[in-house]
């Protein structure tokens, strides 16, 4: 089961600013590093921030990470249509250990 | 460019086994742990297992502890998942995805391959 909570749904119009949150605890946020992954439907999960925040190569600097303590953030700036995905969060957990993922949000562009 | 391929899915009744497997190309294959990851049919992402770079290290969820085995072939390039016991709530689609360099996080991923258990 996910033990990073992220909200559900967000939701936002073109053009304009979206931020997804992402709790955790001690032994998975607030002691390793945080990824973003992006799920477009029918797709394949890709790898859109790692390392808290640094963007792969081909990533838009429209999206962004952030890592405070246990929760983390990924905000989406000059939101379109093509970003209506859904958005999951991931770290690695020390005290199980294992790779956990959030609970995943779903982006819609109104 | 860097692949994953897996294959192996398939229908298969509750109790029953099934292999997947991952070919990979495009990069130096025995630098890299891999790991799978799945997703039940309209859930979220649930990673399942690790394997290192040398074999030696394996991780696994407690959903599929003892019953799920990771190994790796670096002479052929692959990662494998053995799964016994299955139960229906093990019908996903499973990705083979390749862990980035030196950190946490899964930089490459598979098509997906899917395993229905059902009666």
């Known amino acids: 089961q996910s033990v990073l909570t992220q909200p559900p749904s967000v939701s936002s119009a073109p053009g304009q600013k979206v931020i997804i949150s992402c709790s955790g605890s001690?032994?998975?946020?607030?002691?390793?590093?945080v990824s973003w992954y992006q799920q477009l439907p029918g797709t394949v999960p890709k790898l859109l921030i790692y390392?808290?925040?640094n963007r792969p190569s081909g990533i838009p600097d429209r999206f962004s990470g952030s890592k405070s303590g246990t929760s983390a953030t990924l905000g989406i700036t000059g939101l379109q249509t093509g970003d209506e995905a859904d958005y999951y969060c991931?770290?690695?957990?020390?005290?199980?250990?294992?790779?956990?993922f959030g609970t995943g949000t779903k982006v819609t562009v109104l | 460019q860097v692949q994953l391929v897996e294959s192996g899915g398939g229908l298969v009744t509750p109790g029953g086994s099934l292999r997947l497997s991952c070919a990979a190309s495009?990069?130096?294959?025995?630098?890299?742990?891999m790991n799978w990851i799945r997703q039940a049919p309209g859930k979220g992402l649930e990673w399942i297992s690790f394997?290192?770079?040398?074999?030696?290290?394996?991780y696994y969820a407690d959903s599929v502890k003892g019953r799920f085995t990771i190994s790796s072939d670096n002479a052929k390039n692959s990662v494998y998942l053995q799964m016994n016991s299955l139960r229906v709530e093990d019908t996903a689609v499973y990705y083979c995805?390749?862990?980035?360099?030196?950190?946490?996080?899964?930089?490459?991923w598979g098509q997906g391959t899917l395993a229905t258990v059902s009666s």
């Open positions: 495009g990069f130096s294959f025995s630098d890299y742990s």
């Open positions: 001690s032994s998975n946020i607030g002691g390793n590093y």
């Open positions: 991931g770290a690695w957990d020390s005290s199980l250990p294992g790779f956990v």
């Open positions: 995805a390749r862990r980035g360099w030196l950190h946490d996080f899964f930089d490459y």
């Open positions: 390392d808290n925040n």
């Open positions: 394997v290192s770079t040398n074999g030696n290290t394996k």
